[in-house]
């Protein structure tokens, strides 16, 4: 069965510290790679996507993240937080197969406080 | 364009009763999936629907149901409800297979 897993399931930094949330996932095959955010009281919402080309993935905020395939990883960075980044941050994967649809499997999240 | 928008946004239903959740995807939309998330468990997806049909279901028992219209509007049934289903249901929309989802507001289920 797919899975995808999160490991910090909470985190607390200060502002500007560096961020690195990991997630894992388990399919083997061709995927697609998201990480949505959720502000407290809003939508989730897109912070970045792999598809394919450079693994080195820019996103909005400035957020990055990484796909590396041999690790089943797509670890979510950011080299400097700041207090309007307190929101849980869910990564998810989509296989990619011709006709099977839009599954998308969802890690728990990991809910990121920063204190100013 | 108008975002998903999800109806009614607050539940309050008691044990046994059934309900039923609407979600518009946005215009051109074809694809609508709908989630259950609660705390430490995150988003369960429930199923997909895709013109009309259901093209992928999650793990949730019967009692868990969906259609969509040829508007590509969808809706989600809970039937004979039980306290465990008192969740945030959020319905999400896309363009194509595998691609972005633009997520509603979702509507908070309280089963008493």
């Known amino acids: 069965a797919q899975s995808v897993s999160q490991h910090n399931h909470h985190v607390i930094l200060s502002e500007a510290a560096s961020l690195e949330l990991g997630c894992n996932y388990s399919y083997g095959g061709t995927v697609n790679l998201f990480w949505y955010v959720q502000y407290p009281g809003q939508h989730l919402q897109l912070l970045l996507k792999?598809?394919?080309?450079?693994?080195l993935v820019k996103g909005i905020k400035g957020f990055e993240a990484e796909f590396i395939k041999s690790k089943f990883s797509f670890n979510l960075r950011k080299p400097s937080v700041q207090w309007s980044d307190t929101a849980e941050y869910f990564c998810?994967?989509?296989?990619?197969?011709?006709?099977?649809?839009?599954?998308?499997?969802f890690g728990t999240g990991t809910s990121l406080t920063v204190i100013p | 364009k108008a975002g998903v928008t999800q109806t009614p946004r607050y539940l309050i239903k008691t044990r046994g009763q059934q309900v039923t959740l609407s979600c518009s995807p946005i215009?051109?939309?074809?694809?609508v999936s709908w989630y259950q998330q609660t705390p430490g468990q995150g988003l369960q997806f429930l199923f997909e629907?895709?013109?009309?049909?259901?093209?992928n279901k999650g793990n949730f028992p019967g009692r868990f149901s969906g259609r969509q219209f040829s508007n590509s509007r969808s809706e989600m049934n809970v039937s004979t409800l039980e306290l465990g289903d008192s969740a945030l249901y959020l319905c999400?929309?896309?363009?194509?297979?595998?691609?972005?989802?633009?997520f509603g507001p979702g509507t908070r289920l309280t089963v008493l």
């Open positions: 215009s051109g939309h074809r694809s």
């Open positions: 792999y598809f394919s080309g450079d693994p």
């Open positions: 999400a929309s896309s363009s194509t297979s595998a691609n972005e989802q633009f």
């Open positions: 629907y895709f013109s009309e049909t259901q093209r």
């Open positions: 998810a994967v989509t296989k990619r197969v011709r006709n099977t649809g839009n599954q998308f499997y």
